[in-house]
């Protein structure tokens, strides 16, 4: 009795796309180059997200034991946490909660706790039979068991919450789902449309437009909240 | 006067922080919002493994005992219609309320989910909860008269539309008028006071057996919580179930009483509303990994604010509303 492998691999095929545009905007946009690095840093976290949850659901894709993966988002968790208290010094209190940092911050810890709750001693109830990346794996057949479910609800319900907050907000009200570093392409480079030609230029508008960038959050919140409840 | 001071305090809010907030969440839109943030959890506890197990297809068929010829006979035939296509139609039915939840929460879509959703939860009502219990002995305390019957009055009270010349009293109002909005809430709660006191539910060890048979499956914290409630109720079913109906009858009159009256009844339906989800409901038992939602208590909760007397009663909140935009 488990959630069908077909429905975790939709999910988990929706998290690679994630990671895939990912790696397009990183490269489009040239984040990692921005002041500060927190473009880059966003965009980045949605390429570890994506290829690590595409990992938990489906065990073929996973590339890096999940104590790696704990120690990569707690790095990643760290990051955002410096970027909100920098936000919040330069910006103040109101923007931060505004600001694109918070929901990074939670989906960080999420991750953080799901892959040290994957990590962990089988859980109770858990057949404990051993598995890809260290995880245990419930007898059924299906995904590994979580250790402590009310934290693993509590993800949850934050991650629904940042869904439907991120659905309600308008693409390009405000930089919010800009944070891939959107900017305008300098003429003579490889991607002005000259260059490139049209159908990259549409490429490029296209991968780093806001609701580009919303539709991977979104997918992100969703399939991180739904990996959490099928595993309580 | 007071508009225009609002409106430069709002410009200099987003000038010093840099943001803007989305265009017409007002209080109605809040309310919508976590209607959808419900429905997204319900259709991701649908895709939950126990409910890829027979446990669901018999959860279906067992709601149809006791039920009218005529109303349990569509659920046994909607029950072996799941027993034999479990995977695909339990796919099919997390999938339609995971979509449910997004398009509410998505502006351009939020009206088309809402009326779907009103479909979607009657089907559901009769075809999946055999009417929630209310024809063969529904109590209060587990989720009467059905958690999704709530959802289709949450999106009728919700609906995106304004009385044209009529000031709404509070958000329940705006779509339908005060005094529909108060005679369904008049209902809703007046039924449930009725539940409280038919004879199985105000049996004296009825309620102490409905709180400690929650406690299956859940983790410590709230087992302790469930027997806590249950040690204090041993043989006292008659006056808790007393208690609760005079709790409940005080609840449906409080909106039809003046503002600061009707605030306390409101505060009293919040606080039925937790207990009823705390020790009734085990929080809809939502870590057992078995739960189809978060049952009435979150519902109830939410038509309570939707009847919050605003402070400034009437339409126009929609503040952050473009010009030309119609609120969401």
Redesign the interface.
């Known amino acids: 009795?488990?959630?069908?492998a077909w429905?975790l691999g939709i999910f988990a095929a929706m998290m690679v796309l994630v990671a895939e545009v990912s790696a397009g905007q990183l490269m489009i946009a040239q984040a990692w180059a921005r002041r500060g690095g927190a473009g880059a840093g966003t965009a980045v976290f949605r390429l570890l997200t994506g290829i690590a949850i595409a990992g938990i659901l489906v065990p073929g894709l996973s590339i890096l034991p999940n104590a790696v993966w704990g120690a990569a988002f707690a790095v990643v968790m760290t990051w955002f946490a410096w970027c909100l208290w920098r936000e919040n010094r330069e910006?103040?209190a109101?923007?931060v909660a505004?600001?694109p940092y918070v929901p990074h911050l939670v989906q960080s810890a999420a991750m953080l706790y799901m892959f040290a709750a994957l990590a962990g001693p089988p859980a109770a109830g858990s057949s404990g039979t051993g598995g890809m990346s260290g995880m245990e794996w419930?007898s059924?057949g299906?995904?590994p068991a979580l250790h402590a479910?009310?934290l693993a609800?509590i993800f949850?319900?934050l991650l629904?919450?940042l869904?439907?907050?991120d659905?309600?907000?308008?693409a390009d009200?405000?930089?919010?789902f800009q944070v891939a570093g959107r900017r305008p392409v300098p003429a003579g480079t490889a991607l002005a449309p000259a260059a490139a030609g049209p159908a990259a230029y549409t490429a490029q508008r296209l991968l780093l437009s806001p609701a580009v960038v919303k539709g991977c959050q979104?997918a992100i919140s969703?399939t991180m909240?739904?990996v959490l409840?099928?595993m309580? | 006067m007071i508009s225009a001071r609002a409106e430069s305090k709002r410009v200099r809010r987003r000038e010093r922080t840099g943001v803007t907030t989305s265009p017409g969440t007002d209080a109605r839109r809040v309310l919508q919002l976590i209607l959808a943030a419900i429905w997204l959890l319900d259709g991701m506890l649908q895709y939950q493994p126990s409910m890829y197990g027979t446990m669901f297809g018999q959860m279906i068929g067992g709601s149809a005992a006791g039920n009218p010829g005529v109303i349990a006979d569509p659920i046994s035939w909607n029950a072996a219609l799941v027993e034999h296509h479990q995977v695909l139609l339990n796919t099919v039915f997390a999938t339609i309320q995971l979509l449910l939840g997004l398009g509410i929460a998505y502006r351009p879509t939020a009206r088309l989910a809402l009326a779907a959703s009103i479909a979607w939860s009657l089907a559901v009502w009769w075809f999946g909860e055999g009417l929630g219990d209310v024809l063969t002995g529904a109590s209060p305390v587990s989720g009467a008269p059905g958690a999704v019957i709530l959802y289709a009055l949450l999106a009728v009270l919700l609906w995106p539309t304004d009385r044209p010349g009529v000031t709404a009293p509070f958000v329940a109002a705006r779509a339908v008028g005060a005094p529909v909005a108060r005679l369904l809430w008049l209902v809703l709660w007046g039924s449930l006071a009725y539940f409280a006191l038919t004879p199985a539910n105000r049996a004296p060890q009825t309620l102490h057996d409905m709180i400690v048979s929650m406690s299956g499956g859940e983790p410590g914290w709230v087992t302790w919580l469930e027997n806590q409630a249950a040690a204090a109720l041993p043989g006292r079913g008659l006056t808790a179930s007393i208690v609760l109906a005079v709790a409940l009858i005080a609840v449906a009159a409080g909106v039809f009483l003046p503002p600061p009256l009707a605030r306390s009844g409101l505060i009293l339906a919040l606080v039925v509303a937790a207990f009823i989800w705390v020790f009734g409901e085990a929080f809809g038992q939502l870590l057992t990994g078995g739960a189809t939602d978060p049952n009435s208590g979150p519902l109830l909760a939410l038509l309570a604010l939707a009847y919050w007397p605003l402070a400034t009663a009437g339409q126009g909140e929609d503040h952050d509303a473009r010009p030309g935009e119609k609120p969401a």
């Open positions: 009795m488990s959630t069908p429905i910006r103040g109101a923007a505004h600001g419930r059924s299906g995904l479910p009310t609800l949850a319900l629904i919450a869904t439907i907050h659905l309600n907000r308008q009200a405000d930089g919010y979104v969703v909240a739904f409840i099928i309580i």
